[in-house]
């Protein structure tokens, strides 16, 4: 039986934050119950798979209703889990009730991923965030009051007006409450958001670039300074604690995305699931299927997407992995744009693998362009 990750995709948020193009949306609470019962019947649908790690993200998965979490629940207890599951659940600050929580605990659950993205207030007010600093402290405390040892903080930088010295002050504050692990992502403005639109009319004041590669290299030193270990481009762990669900993407191994917009990539094929929600539903309870899209990817989508997502991880690319997936070998395709990024000096290159050097994750995007074949 085949190893897989399984994502479930839960996609109610009270408020849509303004930088957000994830698939969520606010004000469809009345839909919850359905949607529930039409993705536990989707996770029923899994056969033949052993499930080696879960992440329910979203959206906000802590805002859905106790009653819809119980429905989802019995399908999850069905499912065949591997021992040692890593078993998290994204949400945020404000959502997590006492009860919530022990029922997550119930479940299985051994990892939390809480969304706080910055310290101050008056920031988290501007990105549209409907909590509060102290209701992440509150959020926080009593997650490891019900015994959560593993617990992840999302932050961003280069927010609008951020100062170097509020991103500092977000690490410290948060480092002193020593979770397990952080994910520090940039602020990228996405079309289809609220930000989009004040970007276009010239009225979003985002720091430059200067001051966001700083953040972005204070964030390095400042982690490696308090025992945090980076192990991909946005990632710091402790010891040991690295989130081997997101571990499953960069390496391109086999996942199956449950839920409405999810995505999934088994077997070779890439497929994803109808993103609206009543849709969704209608699907499911009708065909028991919601895939609107399934391709085959061809031995050059698999090569470059291998290339993509493992030249995210501080350790890079392994040459034998390359082999024994590819019956290739690694500088027979890609000897040129090797060569020519480590003479630069924005890639390393020894016998056992190829990475990208601090400079080289500066501008990883354009790297990584180069990649298609």
Not at 86 to 114: A, C, D, H, M, Q
Not at 210 to 230: D, P, S, V
Not at 282 to 295: F, L, M, P, Q, T
């Amino acid at each position: 039986m085949k190893n897989v990750a399984l994502y479930i995709h839960i996609p109610f948020c009270k408020q849509k934050c303004l930088y957000c193009d994830f698939p969520s949306l606010a004000g469809k609470e009345d839909c919850m119950l359905d949607y529930a019962s039409a993705l536990a019947k989707e996770i029923d649908s899994i056969k033949d798979k052993s499930i080696k790690t879960i992440f329910i993200g979203g959206g906000t998965p802590t805002y859905l209703s106790l009653e819809g979490w119980e429905i989802i629940k019995r399908s999850i207890d069905r499912l065949d889990t591997c021992e040692g599951l890593e078993f998290t659940v994204e949400g945020n600050p404000g959502t997590f009730t006492r009860e919530i929580l022990k029922f997550l605990k119930s479940l299985g659950v051994n990892r939390l991923s809480i969304g706080l993205q910055a310290w101050q207030d008056s920031l988290l007010k501007e990105i549209g965030r409907i909590h509060t600093t102290n209701d992440f402290e509150k959020s926080f405390k009593l997650a490891r009051d019900i015994g959560f040892e593993n617990i992840n903080v999302d932050l961003m930088f280069g927010l609008p007006s951020q100062t170097l010295e509020q991103w500092m002050e977000t690490l410290q504050k948060v480092t002193d409450l020593n979770p397990e692990h952080l994910s520090c992502y940039s602020l990228i403005v996405e079309e289809g958001t609220e930000f989009y639109k004040r970007f276009e009319k010239g009225t979003l004041e985002l720091p430059d670039e200067e001051l966001e590669r700083t953040m972005y290299a204070k964030t390095i030193e400042y982690l490696g300074g308090k025992g945090y270990i980076q192990y991909e481009i946005s990632n710091f762990a402790k010891d040991n604690k690295e989130c081997r669900h997101n571990l499953v993407y960069w390496e391109m191994d086999d996942y199956i995305g449950c839920g409405a917009a999810s995505h999934s990539y088994s077997d070779g094929f890439r497929y994803r699931n109808e993103e609206n929600i009543e849709k969704y539903i209608e699907k499911i309870n009708v065909g028991n299927s919601a895939i609107v899209e399934n391709k085959k990817n061809s031995f050059n989508d698999d090569m470059e997407e291998f290339m993509f997502m493992g030249l995210r991880k501080n350790v890079g690319i392994s040459k034998s992995e390359f082999f024994r997936r590819f019956n290739k070998n690694i500088n027979e395709v890609y000897s040129e744009v090797i060569n020519k990024y480590v003479d630069t000096g924005f890639m390393k290159e020894d016998e056992e693998a190829i990475s990208l050097t601090y400079e080289g994750i500066e501008v990883s995007n354009v790297i990584m362009s180069e990649f298609i074949l």
